[in-house]
């Protein structure tokens, strides 16, 4: 993924050159999000990303559309007019998903990083208690990859130390500051003041793992109760609603025969194409407000 940004960042800069320069400003707003997301951009950089590609589609995609609407109205323009429409629509829309886009990654790598830390705790807790150094800990934790999120943090923390010579204190409260997770911030500068005062790591650990868990379950209970809210209102307006729907039309055909046609429609797409469609998304909505789990 890092070299695809890195080829769109050379290929936009060699278009734009620093004509885009004077504007980044206008994107600090998102700054923040994309530094918590692990895009390995600066804020410049992105800047040119998210204007090059909505201008690439708009070059490509204008003069196709242009030619094919072109040749299937019959007028060239409606056709100009109608592709310059749709082309903007679609840049704009590619605009805007890549400005959003740090948000919506750092919100996932928060949820992941929620989801693993009690466990990642509790695994850092058992090193510390063996004594090993410090560094020990985050060098382990970052070649296991089944802690998601917690591992490349990990992984970013030692090589900080490992590779540049940082201090492990400072390494860990640069890791914080960049972290989308509050929990995993808190860790890090508890963490960084415990080796400060040299209070005992292991003790710190082991309750801050006790803590993250009772956090734990209490999302997990909060996530069943709202799963058999959401089930309930599933059954009832898809299932029960769906059914209802069905018998109604089809007692509705019996009594009119001009409507027969357009009843069966209706009924056709609620099962094949409605029903579907709310299904995934019901899914879709599960799968968002789930806990994220090991």
Known sequence: MNELWDTLKNASFKLFGKSLEPYVEYFSSIKTDLDMSGISLSLAEYVYVIVFLPFIIFMTEFPLLALILSILTQNMLVGFFLSFTLTSF???????????????????????????????????????????????????????????????????IYRDVAVFGMDLQAAMRKTASRTPSAQLKELLWGMSNVLATGSDMPTFLREKSKGFMQEYRRGLEQFAQKLSMFIEIYLTVLIVGSIFFVILSSIMSLFSSDMSLTLSFAQFMVIFFVMPAVSVGFIALLKAVSPSMM
């Open 90 to 156: 679609i840049a704009l829309t590619a605009f805007f998903v890549l400005y959003s886009y740090p948000s919506m990654i750092s919100a996932k790598r928060k949820k992941n990083i929620d989801g693993a830390l009690p466990f990642a705790t509790t695994y850092l807790a058992t090193v510390a208690g063996s004594r090993a150094p410090p560094i020990t800990m985050f060098k382990v934790l970052s070649q296991f990859a089944e802690y998601g999120e917690i591992s490349k943090e990990a992984k970013k």
